[in-house]
């Protein structure tokens, strides 16, 4: 199984901050790599495929980047509902593995 | 617009067999392009994918319950059906069903994801 390692484990930011979260993979996985937003007691919310591509309605302030083995999530001018769990999930190869997750938290 | 709608027996007892349906609304279960998968999520933990069934019946199973899982279609219903069988307390968890379209391998992760059901595994 490929693991998929995101870092950090927990963030702490604030509403306008810039924040990166990392997710790296135990071995190449080219570009297939998505995003999840995940809010309390919610489903999970789809962000990003592609590594980069956004999908359909996501704030353009979501941004993804990388390939291989390193990827990241960035989110540029926090806003108040964006401080959620969020998870990277590969695709490339069964079995579909997640990330353990990232907490966004409220400074 | 697809949805997806989880249902099943709350409560299981240990080493029974856990069975969930998908009811599918929107678009027919056996419409080419579209694939479903199961996922879960333990109390305060991560997601976990389950596997995945197409709509010619074949599937992708997690090879971590590959003895213990079954998934399938049903074509009558318009729903999807997961069986795991000899459930312990590892097994408790909220359990969502979901689905992607498209053709290109490989396949994008599911983006319509069903409301989840609570599962607990307890005697």
């Known amino acids: 199984d490929i693991q998929l390692t995101q870092s950090p484990s927990s963030l702490s930011a604030s509403v306008g901050d810039r924040v990166t979260i990392s997710c790296r993979a135990s071995q190449g996985i080219g570009n297939y790599l998505a995003w999840f937003q995940q809010k309390p007691g919610k489903t999970p919310k789809y962000l990003i495929f592609s590594a980069s591509t956004l999908q359909s309605g996501v704030p353009l302030r979501f941004s993804g980047s990388g390939s291989g083995t390193d990827f990241t999530l960035t989110i540029t001018n926090l806003q108040p509902e964006d401080f959620v769990t969020y998870y990277c999930?590969?695709?490339?190869?069964?079995?579909?593995?997640f990330g353990q997750g990232t907490r966004l938290e409220m400074k | 617009q697809v949805q997806l709608q989880a249902s099943g027996p709350g409560l299981v007892k240990p080493s029974q067999t856990l069975s969930l349906t998908c009811s599918v609304s929107?678009?027919?279960?056996?419409?080419?392009?579209?694939?479903w998968s199961w996922f879960r999520q333990p109390a305060g933990k991560g997601l976990e994918w389950l596997g995945r069934?197409?709509?010619?019946?074949?599937?992708n199973y997690s090879p971590s319950l590959k003895s213990r899982i079954s998934m399938s279609v049903d074509m009558s219903r318009n729903q999807l059906s997961l069986d795991l069988s000899s459930v312990t307390a590892a097994d408790t968890a909220v359990y969502y069903c979901a689905t992607g379209v498209g053709w290109q391998l490989p396949l994008k992760p599911e983006d319509n994801w069903g409301q989840g059901v609570l599962v607990t595994v307890s005697s």
């Open positions: 069934v197409y709509t010619s019946g074949s599937t």
């Open positions: 929107g678009a027919s279960i056996t419409s080419g392009p579209y694939y």
């Open positions: 999930q590969q695709y490339e190869h069964y079995p579909l593995t």
